[in-house]
């Protein structure tokens, strides 16, 4: 079921979610929520992801070949190493050479952050790993 609603932003820059959409959607005051903005489309996506505070969530930006298969051998490499990812976005660089895929995932637990960068790599093919953690 989809509920429109117009909501205002006060003058700290702050939006109120209305009490109806909290409860559709399961938010409580200590649920986390991803936004996603594109300045080109000038839209603003609000999602409840699922995770709690010690998941912490962090960026990767993963340069790779644009080559078939490049981004589906380094999501294969996510799964193997046991990380959900919550999402992803990629963007072609430079056509046929190289492209980058934007991913956001729950901090890893099982595995340090070196050891994940080799693992894309090595197994994923990846050309270069940056690890952004959020504020």
């Given amino acids: 079921m989809k509920d429109v609603k117009i909501i205002s932003i006060d003058n700290r820059g702050r939006i109120v979610l209305p009490l109806v959409t909290r409860k559709n959607l399961g938010i409580t005051t200590d649920s986390q ?8 489309t000038k839209e603003v996506r609000i999602t409840p992801v699922g995770i709690t505070k010690e998941e912490r969530p962090i960026k990767f930006r993963i340069t790779m070949s644009d080559e078939p298969g490049s ?9 193997d ?14 056509k046929s050479k190289t492209a980058i895929w934007t991913v ?3 901090t890893p637990q099982n595995i340090t952050m070196e050891e994940l960068r080799e693992g894309l790599i090595k197994n994923g093919k990846a050309l270069n790993v940056d690890i952004i953690p959020f504020d």
């Fill in 104 to 106: 956001i995932s729950p």
């Fill in 71 to 79: 981004l589906a051998q380094i999501a294969s490499t996510f799964g």
């Fill in 33 to 40: 929520l991803m936004l996603v903005s594109d300045s080109e």
């Fill in 81 to 94: 190493l046991g990380i959900s990812l919550m999402y992803g976005e990629s963007v072609i660089v430079e």
